[in-house]
């Protein structure tokens, strides 16, 4: 069929509620109800705790891609979920699981966060990153240019990976969620800055957490439109101390003093299942 004049025929891909590129994520949070626990007799919740142990079991058939469990500091939350899929009811099934498992009743849901995965617009291309070597004044025929842009883009194609598929980090214990936003205050706003102005805030913002290598891993989720902010933050890290370093310290990047603000965060310590559950007497 033809559209009105000037229409432009498009060859889309299929619908699909996958994500073609890059996966789904949810971060939620339960707190326990001990008035409901109480309600449970002694095989209900031994019931409860085994079908939960295979619920959350990232190897079982049909587990989302990713799926990691923490206990949660505060009184906001007792369990934590991050998972991550291509498939959101993949994700969706797991807390669906979580509520029709015979301690369902004694997990009240008190916070969640939806996002995607993404590669940032300000992760610089090839290109763009020997402009940038010829801005800081590198010249092209010097030998060190060809053997850092050669250095980028072969570090490239991981690090997009990490970003659209992460793995958890493999040691490090501690996880802190938060959701931000980047302001659009009249005498600060983000969103009418041009892109260049903004892609050097958040260059000198990623030189700032690069110090933290080895020390906190980060995954910026994507969440506009998605929830109701524009990004979820996760950070691990090897020691409860670097989150408050890290949180404090990049405070100063001009991106985030100036741009950003802060939801609330959410504090917690990865283990599997089961030490999950005996920690929270489930
Ligand atoms: O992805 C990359 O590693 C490339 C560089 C980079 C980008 C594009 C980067 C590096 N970040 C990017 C994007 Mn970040 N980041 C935060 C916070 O608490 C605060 O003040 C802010 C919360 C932390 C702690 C953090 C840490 N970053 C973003 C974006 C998306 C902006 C957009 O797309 O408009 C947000 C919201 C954001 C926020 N960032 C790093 C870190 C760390 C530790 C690094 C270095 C990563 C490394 O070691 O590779």
């Not at 060809?146 to 490239?156: F, I, P």
């Amino acid at each position: 069929m033809s559209g009105p004049p000037g229409h432009v025929q498009q060859s889309l891909p299929d619908p699909t509620i996958r994500m073609t590129q890059g996966w789904h994520c949810l971060h939620i949070y339960y707190r326990v109800d001990p008035g409901a626990l109480a309600g449970l007799d002694a095989s209900a919740r031994g019931e409860g705790r085994e079908q939960l142990i295979e619920i959350l079991n990232p190897q079982r058939d049909g587990a989302p891609e990713r799926m990691q469990v923490s206990a949660v500091s505060g009184h906001r939350a007792d369990l934590g979920l991050m998972l991550l899929d291509a498939d959101p009811l993949k994700i969706d099934a797991v807390h669906q699981a979580v509520r029709g498992s015979r301690l369902g009743a004694a997990l009240q849901p008190t916070y969640s966060f939806v996002s995607i995965t993404e590669v940032s617009e300000y992760v610089p291309n090839e290109e763009q990153y020997a402009e940038q070597l010829r801005a800081d004044g590198m010249s092209p025929d010097d030998p060190a240019y060809a053997a850092r842009l050669k250095a980028y883009a072969g570090r490239l194609p991981a690090m997009n990976k990490q970003r659209l598929y992460p793995d958890f980090p493999e040691n490090f214990e501690v996880t802190c969620f938060y959701p931000m936003n980047k302001i659009r205050h009249p005498s600060a706003n983000w969103f009418t800055l041009p892109f260049s102005a903004r892609r050097k805030l958040m260059a000198e913002h990623a030189t700032s957490g690069i110090k933290f290598a080895g020390r906190v891993s980060q995954l910026i989720t994507a969440s506009t439109g998605f929830d109701d902010w524009e990004w979820g933050v996760t950070l691990w890290a090897g020691a409860p101390e670097y989150i408050k370093e890290i949180v404090y310290t990049m405070r100063f990047d001009e991106a985030s003093a100036r741009y950003a603000e802060f939801g609330p965060f959410y504090i917690s310590y990865i283990m599997p299942a089961p030490d999950a559950l005996t920690h929270l007497h489930l």
